[in-house]
């Protein structure tokens, strides 16, 4: 089934390029089936990179996904034409009153900047918030998951010395949870950060349960025991030449960075990388938008306290 977006939504004739379905508002007001309504809180300076990378992942399942994008702000992106957040884009004031079910919110290139000095902390706290009682199942991306911790749990990350930035190696934990259905012992995840959550607390938190982990990077996959809420500690949206893009860009720029681990060949940084973790990435979002979202939430989005008990 398709993902269901604006016609003129540019990610919509990069996907179609790759044969991934998806579906115009046009033609989605002619099926006699409700979709999933997922909202997008895009935190990312190039919106446009990080929805078609997300809407990849979403594309890949066999549920009709109505998307729609939010801004935490109305201030003009440096990385993204106003025209498109003034057509895709809408403000928390346009959708505050409605209910949906799922939320995604993507990570933010805030590195160590303290919480309390990021200039929408305010706005994104309100969303936290509001998202306890206007959405089915919630997932937060790198640092949107580490703000949630703090916000709602509060767990403190801490500042790395260095940057962690490569594809490592994971490990799940409890293999009978849903979401991690079809998921292998062990696999590959991609990581660039700065900032790294403590295992440890959050192992002792009880509302909280680690479902994947990496000896290397730490916490992964943490759910909620309700499982209303996923915390994804990496990056699996990420495309196969995104750190390399990152690497380059950084290195262009002056500085020195690392050369990201387990990704060029021989951390050769003149050959192409290969992707081995799209198979995990998308079998995520499709766990995730099936057994925590569709599994779960209402028909009538009206009656969201009626939540159906989660699948097994």
Known sequence: MPINIPDKLPAKHELQKENIFVMGETRALNQQIRPMKVLLLNLMPNKIETETQLLRLLANTPLQVDVEFLRIHSKASKNTPQDHMNDFYRDFDEIKDRNFDGLIITGAPLGDVDFNDVIYWDKIKKVFDWSEKHVTASLFLCWAAHAAFYHLYNLERFIRPDKIAGVFLHQRHKSHDPLLRGFDDEFWVPHSRLAQMHLDEINAHPDLDVLADSQD????????????????????????????????????????????????????????????????????????????????????????????????
């Open 217 to 312: 990077a730490g916490a992964y996959l943490v759910v909620t025991k309700d499982r209303r809420k996923l915390f994804v500690l990496g990056h699996p949206e990420y495309n196969t030449a995104t750190l390399g893009d990152e690497f380059h860009r950084d290195l262009n720029s002056g500085l020195s960075p690392t050369v990201p681990s387990n990704y060029f060949p021989n951390d050769d940084i003149t050959q192409s990388p290969r992707g081995c973790w799209r198979s995990h990435a998308n079998l995520l979002i499709t766990n995730w938008l099936n057994y925590y979202v569709y599994q779960t939430t209402p028909f009538d989005l009206d009656n969201l306290e009626q939540r159906k008990p989660k699948q097994k």
